[in-house]
């Protein structure tokens, strides 16, 4: 699976911002999906997560009640909506895939994609 992640940008705090990232290969489906955060010198940080058919979801106690994950097999894309977005959400966003799960523990995903930074400005 190969994953490309996008949609990231400067905005404002309270502002919103939608990422994709959109996976190439038919067994997308079979695949929990994970969105990370990372800032240079720090840890990989668990954002969100889906189950590989949309019916589960997980949060990062910072993001939940902001940040909805979702996805659609038929586009092979999952989305990450970002909303109320706050000076310390600003990171780079990478989106993974797990063919185990859809955990909170990067270690755990199987595929990366490149990152989008998102820059929310005070």
């Known amino acids: 699976v190969q994953l490309q992640a996008f949609g990231g940008g400067l905005v404002q705090a309270g502002g919103s911002l939608r990422l994709s990232c959109a996976a190439s290969?038919?067994?997308?489906?079979?695949?929990?999906m994970g969105w990370f955060r990372q800032a240079p010198g720090k840890e990989r940080e668990f954002v969100a997560a889906?189950?590989?058919?949309?019916?589960?979801?997980s949060y990062a106690d910072s993001v939940k009640g902001r940040f909805t994950i979702s996805r659609d097999n038929a586009k092979n894309t999952v989305y990450l909506q970002m909303n109320s977005l706050k000076p310390e959400d600003t990171d780079v966003y990478y989106c993974?895939?797990?063919?185990?799960?859809?955990?909170?523990?990067?270690?755990?995903?199987?595929?990366w994609g490149q990152g989008t930074l998102v820059t929310v400005s005070s």
């Open positions: 993974a895939a797990d063919r185990g799960g859809y955990g909170s523990s990067w270690y755990n995903y199987n595929y």
């Open positions: 290969g038919r067994t997308f489906s079979f695949y929990g």
């Open positions: 889906i189950s590989w058919n949309g019916g589960s979801t």
